[in-house]
Each structure stands twice: as structure tokens, then as C-alpha cells.
């Protein structure tokens, strides 16, 4: 299984709302990774989790909260949005790890969760 | 700071045209380059990678050389069809050490179109 799958595909919220993105990987990857991506433009990292930690935060707002209940699976905890958060939000996986030849292989890319803030 | 130069596009080729998109690098250690492609309402798939100079990275008919010299690497492809129009991504990847772990570092992204 090579796949990274996420849902929902498509996601309408209020401002008000809370909703959360799930992604999952059986690949026995140790890192994933929450991207968002506008539209026309590269994917903007969020956050990176490795052997289920948060390694990496890039200043992402408090109304995002990510979630990593284990080595499978990866959540993104939304609440009290944005419209200008609407975008298309992807979740990644590699095969991390400390030596540079895990850490600088490929990411493997879910189909992404299209995200409507009204 | 690492960083990533695609040709402007968007471009729009016939099919069975030859097909070159540019990328350039500017990176403080030793990177991993990748091609993502991207088609419509999609997430993005890997094309291809390098992760040394000289490496030629190759899958569809598409093909990268890493070279160093010239901190490139173009994409190119000897004759595209209808269904490789989307979206392709150049990217590297660096360990820096800290908080960079690894961190993709993308380019701006080339639309192509290919019309019958």
C-alpha cells in the first residue's frame, strides 16, 4: 500500500464551526506533514510530526490544531476559521528517520481535503 | 536561505511537442530535487528525483539531470500528449539541521497545457 488517503475530499464550515481533516498512511512511515495549498501556488507547510511528535510548527494560527494519535494516523483540528483559510489542505508522509538518506527521500501526497470557510 | 526558480509559465505546447520547463536552485548544503506533478483537483504525485549531482531521474518519459555546475534541473520530455497537462512542481529538499528537517522547499509551479 503506497497510498496516503485523507477525508473528507470536500469540507463547507462556518466561522463558527469545528471540524477536523484526517489523514492516513500504512506505509510505516514515521513523518507526515500538513501542507495548505492556494490556489496557483506551491503547498505552504503547516506542520511536521516525526515518530508521532510535532517536529515542526511554521507559525501556523492556534484555530489549526493538529493531532497525531499514532504512527498511522494524522489529524488537523479546525475551530473559529477564516474565510482566507480556504484552500486546498494536503497531508504528506516520508520515511523519516535520523540518518540523511531517510530524512532527504521522498513525500508521498494524499489527494488533499478542498476547504470552504464561509 | 534555500531556495527554488521555475520558469514562468504558463505554457502551452501541441501534442508531441518537445517539452522543457526550467529549474534552478540556490540551496547551502547538498539537496534532493524532486518534479511534483500536480493534475486537476488532485494532490501532487512525485514524477522524479535526483539525490546527487549528475543522478538522471527519469518515470513517463520525463526526465531531470541534477547538475551542479549550473544548480539546475530542467524538466524535459520528447514528446507530451493531452494527459500530462497540469501543474509541475520543482522542488529540493536539504537536511539543515534543528527545525529544517528536512523540509521541501518548492518552486512556484509551471502550468502546462497540451492541446490536441
Known amino acids: 500500500d503506497t497510498e496516503v488517503t485523507q477525508t473528507p475530499k470536500h469540507l463547507v464550515m462556518g466561522m463558527t464551526n469545528k471540524k477536523s481533516l484526517k489523514c492516513e498512511q500504512h506505509m510505516g512511515h514515521r513523518a507526515m506533514y500538513w501542507y495548505k495549498q492556494k490556489a496557483k501556488k506551491p503547498p505552504e507547510l503547516m506542520f511536521v510530526?516525526?515518530?508521532?511528535?510535532?517536529?515542526i510548527n511554521e507559525s501556523v494560527p492556534s484555530r489549526f490544531s493538529p493531532e497525531c494519535p499514532n504512527s498511522s494516523l494524522l489529524n488537523l483540528h479546525l475551530h473559529a476559521l477564516q474565510p482566507e483559510d480556504s484552500a486546498l489542505y494536503l497531508c504528506?508522509?516520508?520515511?523519516?528517520?535520523?540518518?540523511?538518506?531517510?530524512?532527504?527521500?521522498?513525500?508521498?501526497f494524499g489527494p488533499g481535503t478542498r476547504l470552504t470557510v464561509l | 536561505g534555500d531556495s527554488v526558480t521555475q520558469m514562468e509559465g504558463p505554457v502551452t505546447l501541441s501534442e508531441e511537442a518537445f517539452l522543457t520547463i526550467n529549474c534552478t536552485y540556490t540551496a547551502t548544503g547538498y539537496p534532493s530535487l524532486f518534479w511534483y506533478v500536480q493534475y486537476p483537483g488532485e494532490g501532487l504525485q512525485l514524477l522524479l528525483k535526483a539525490t546527487k549531482a549528475d543522478d538522471k531521474g527519469s518515470n513517463k518519459g520525463f526526465e531531470a539531470t541534477y547538475r551542479k555546475e549550473t544548480t539546475s534541473f530542467h524538466l524535459e520530455k520528447g514528446s507530451v500528449q493531452v494527459s500530462d497537462s497540469a501543474v509541475y512542481f520543482c522542488?529540493?529538499?536539504?537536511?539543515?539541521?534543528?527545525?529544517?528537517?528536512?523540509?521541501?522547499?518548492f518552486g512556484q509551479g509551471t502550468i502546462l497545457t497540451v492541446h490536441p
Open positions: 522542488a529540493l529538499r536539504i537536511n539543515a539541521g534543528g527545525t529544517s528537517y528536512g523540509k521541501l522547499t
Open positions: 504528506a508522509s516520508s520515511q523519516g528517520g535520523q540518518s540523511l538518506r531517510e530524512q532527504l527521500n521522498e513525500q508521498f
Open positions: 510530526y516525526s515518530y508521532e511528535k510535532l517536529s
